[in-house]
């Protein structure tokens, strides 16, 4: 059973401050991870993906890959109330067309001003 | 106007009533999806098209019929539906390339739709 895990919050930071999300997966052979933000009533949007092991960074927010450990974070640095959203971790399914995506449940995150 | 447009937006039904929810993108993407997102429980993927062809069924009822006339749009039929099917229903689509590691899915608006 693929599975991704989240910790489903709320996490609260004070504004300014350094948000961590993290996400575990169970599909040692996944390839390729994804974050999105999810705004309440609203569709997901990409963040940014990361295939790589290590970290990849763009803007504010930086994402962390640890296959061996089957790991994956988004880090929100100087983190602002419009953060205030679920992020959804992401791990690319290898189905027949190796496309869809699995999804946690999602993190909660509030940040307050 | 977004790459991935879904209708209706909002949609009440009677369990015995007969209705369809319609993708359509505009990103030039050959593979579309069906998601529904449910309070409390994560994205939940129910069908993939690649190139028309449906790929991927994840033990949906079949009261959910999919159709895929060509790789722009896609349709959800709907029929007899149960309460607990009530949920925000998201289409995506992305570029199928198999190996690719950064296709990335976008999202539709969604479809909520109650079941009463």
């Known amino acids: 059973q693929k599975e991704v895990e989240q910790n489903s919050g709320p996490l609260s930071v004070p504004e300014g401050a350094i948000a961590s999300l993290n996400c575990t997966y169970s599909d040692r052979g996944s390839q390729s991870f994804f974050w999105y933000r999810q705004y309440s009533g609203k569709s997901p949007e990409l963040i940014m993906f990361?295939?790589?092991?290590g970290d990849k960074e763009d803007g504010r927010f930086t994402a962390q890959l640890n296959k061996a450990s089957q790991y994956v974070s988004l880090l929100i640095r100087d983190s602002q109330p419009s953060d205030s959203a679920t992020y959804l971790c992401a791990v690319r399914h290898r189905n027949q067309a190796g496309t869809a995506l699995i999804f946690g449940k999602g993190t909660t995150l509030s940040v307050s001003s | 106007e977004t790459g991935v447009t879904q209708t209706p937006r909002h949609l009440v039904m009677g369990m015995t009533n007969k209705k369809s929810l319609k993708c359509e993108q505009h990103?030039?993407?050959?593979?579309m999806y069906w998601y529904k997102q449910s309070a409390k429980k994560p994205l939940e993927l129910m069908f993939v098209y690649s190139l028309e062809e449906r790929v991927e069924n994840n033990s949906v009822p079949s009261r959910f019929s999919p159709e895929c006339p060509n790789s722009s749009h896609l349709f959800l039929h709907l029929h007899t539906l149960q309460p607990e099917d009530s949920a925000l229903y998201l289409c995506?689509?992305?570029?199928?390339?198999?190996?690719?590691?950064?296709?990335?899915?976008?999202f539709g608006e969604g479809s909520w739709l109650t079941v009463v």
């Open positions: 990361i295939y790589s092991n």
């Open positions: 995506a689509s992305s570029q199928s390339r198999a190996g690719s590691s950064g296709n990335t899915i976008y």
């Open positions: 990103l030039g993407h050959n593979a």
